[in-house]
């Protein structure tokens, strides 16, 4: 008998858990069934008559419609199964959620409290360039600020991007409000501002986006105006790294830990152990007056309706329901079809459609109540759980994330991937082959529930991990080896 996985007891199929061949049998619902198909691990199969034109469940809510009369024991996937999706749609609003938060918390992580009262989680220092034709000069500071930290101080950052000229509307807007919010981001102690000169996003037009700026903490260098810049540049990374000195670690309480949530690569197991681990523990992290951050909004396509009814109150509905239709008209507008998802990637791990993809995507954030929607690049000022525009690509996500003001990014992976962002990306695979064979990119394995019988010991390891993460007693692995991107979203003209 195979071992399986029925999510939902009102589900048309069960996920199975080990490759499996034609006339094995399974047991689900129980009834003994035989696969009348060679079935991949983590792929579907039916477990009940399915009719032409019928909707598939799984999670108990729809996932496609059958391609074909489908029978018990059946192999589902993209040749018998397709997308229900439509374009723009109309949502009614079925009443506010109150927001439930635990008083006085006694859980804390040790913290860098900076000066305006914010909470940082590492003592870095920014390298942040106005313009992307001077990458190779920052990174040239970077390795000369390096050299110069003494043991208060985790490292001098750079982080390479293409942008902040030749960018004209929403495109420029988009780069300098990412950049000024990794500018405020208070992971960084001190931050070097590195301006070329002739470029669009102007420092002086920067300098606004950052008010008030404070001069101990963010330094500026126009290299056209200075004869060296790497000696001037050397100089006032020395003075940030010795305001940086001053911050110690000291405990503060769980409220002011942010998180962001991300999955990428994902397999028919994400929706199954990793993304409900991230959902449990966004659901305590919000109910201890903490925050929550969700982004990749074409991945809520088909599973909106489920965030859309955990809104805090009617504008937040109403957000919501503009930021998934304003996604929409994005794919619309170059005439791409809103389901051009799962990748290969995906379908390959057994996700045949958007809205299966979607609803193991939105299991991310629990039932942590929506307190706020924000538009891509903004900063996340409400506790409780934000949505925020941004693309399921895993570069601009993690990015935006990142300026939205997540301390950590929670990643969530079935096929993995050793990226890593501007903060500390976390990885959790959501099976054990993953983590067994890359234990150099994998932080967290989440396959370790799949048949657990104490998957709250599990819970609780894995807070216990972003505590320590969050105190600086963990490094995550993309912190050990090195690998710390940003990426922006590009839209328009480029000049």
Known sequence: MHRIVKINHDDDVVVLLEDSTIGEVIVADEQEIKLLNDIPKGHKVAIKNIEKGQDVLKYGYSIGKAKEDIKVGEWIHSHNLGTGLGEILEYNFKGAMKQTVKENSAITFKGYVRDNGEVGIRNEIWIINTVGCINKTCANLAREGNKLINDKVDGVYHFEHPFGCSQLDSDLENTRKILANLVNHPNAAGVLVVALGCENNTLESFKELLEPINEERVKFLRVQDVEDEIEEGKKLLGELIQYASKFEREHVNISKLKIGLKCGGSDAFSGVTANPLLGRISNEITSLGGTAIQTEV???????????????????????????????????????????????????????????????????????????????????????????????????????????????????????????GSVPTLKISTNTDLYNRKKNWIDFNAGELIGSNNPEKIDEEFLKLIIDTASGDYRAKNEVNDYREIAILKDGVTL
């Open 298 to 420: 074409p991945e809520m396509f088909g599973a909106e309706t489920i965030l859309f009814d955990r809104s805090i109150n009617k504008e937040i509905f109403d957000k919501s329901v503009e930021l998934i239709n304003d996604f929409k008209e994005y794919f619309m507008r170059y005439n791409q079809v809103i389901y051009e998802n799962p990748s290969p990637g995906n379908k390959k791990g057994g996700i045949t459609t958007l809205e299966e993809k979607s609803l193991g995507c939105v299991q991310k954030s629990g039932k942590a109540v929506v307190t706020d929607v924000l538009q891509y690049g903004d900063r996340a000022t409400k506790t409780g759980l934000n949505l925020i525009s941004g693309p399921g690509n895993d570069q601009i996500a993690v990015t935006v994330l990142a300026a939205a003001g997540a301390h950590i990014v929670l990643f969530t992976t079935g096929r993995g991937t050793p990226y890593g």
